[in-house]
């Protein structure tokens, strides 16, 4: 039972660890995929004067 509860907490962080390399690599490798969408919007705004 030990040997599992290990394995689990080896993956856990292993799995923490692939998240943040992912997070910082993710940008340079997959620039497309971290931008945010770009479009102009512009709305009237009514001031109520």
């Not at 692939?18 to 993710?26: H, R, S």
């Not at 479009?39 to 009237?44: A, H, R």
């Amino acid at each position: 039972m030990w040997r599992l509860i290990k394995f689990l907490i080896y993956l856990i962080i292993l799995a923490g660890i692939g998240l943040v390399a992912f997070a910082y690599l993710g940008p340079i490798f997959m620039p497309g995929d971290f931008e945010p969408p770009a479009q102009e919007v512009t709305m009237p705004v009514d001031l109520g004067q």
